[in-house]
């Protein structure tokens, strides 16, 4: 495949990974404050999903190696990040509220609860946001001489898109649009990513019968 159609494709995935780790955080604060280990554990937990999504990321493209695969696993993470702001505040109230009024929340309570609550509402996603990159690593890689190529080039748009992510949520997001906005936002990016893997496979496929290998 063109890397003109990777590229961007993994891109946008970055992007949408890490911008829900920073808004997330900042919604987390609402439920659990502004305390440093509400950061630790939104990093922590979304780099579990990252690491878990690579590794199924590689072995599903080492089976399937159609990147229309991709489409239900982002579709499934679309419509959960667009419908955070209706589910997550009745679970992260639980979390809070299942401790006695009145008494003092136990140390270890006070920096797991924030991690318990990224994990309910950012784990799966994230999770299946990363499936993009080693996927897209396999199904772009025709010829061995080039996976060093093709592997670097997909690493540096995820990072690049990774990049942006940090500097507009933090800059422009959290500024111009509400949370319910922002996260409808990023749920169309990841559907919009579903739509295109399908429009990826299609042309993967065209190339295949061309007998194309990565450009």
């Known amino acids: 495949m063109s890397r003109f159609t990777i590229a961007p494709f993994v891109f946008l995935g970055g992007f949408v990974v890490m911008a829900l780790e920073i808004i997330g955080a900042r919604y987390l604060a609402r439920d659990f404050g502004g305390a440093f ?6 990093i922590g937990v979304l780099l579990i999903a990252l690491a878990l999504g690579y590794a199924a990321g590689g072995a599903l493209a080492d089976r399937w190696q159609r990147p229309q695969f991709l489409a239900l696993p ?38 797991l609860d924030p991690a318990l609550g ?20 396999r199904v772009a890689t025709r010829r061995l001489e080039r996976v060093g190529t093709v592997s670097g080039l997909i690493y540096a748009a995820s990072t690049a898109g990774s990049i942006a992510g940090v500097f507009i949520s933090g800059y422009l997001f959290i500024d111009c649009l509400s949370m319910t906005a922002i996260f409808r936002t990023l749920g169309g990016l990841t559907l919009f990513l579903a739509a295109l893997s399908i429009i990826v496979d299609k042309q993967t496929e065209k190339e295949a019968g061309n007998g194309c290998a990565f450009k």
């Open 37 to 42: 280990y509400v950061w630790v554990s939104q």
């Open 118 to 137: 990224s994990a309910v509402v950012f784990f799966l996603p994230c999770c299946a946001l990363a499936l993009i990159s080693p996927y897209m690593a």
């Open 74 to 111: 982002l579709t499934v993470a679309g419509l959960i990040i667009c419908l955070i702001p209706s589910f997550a505040p009745p679970l992260l109230d639980a979390i809070v509220t299942r401790h006695p009024a009145g008494e003092e929340i136990p140390a270890v309570w006070v920096k």
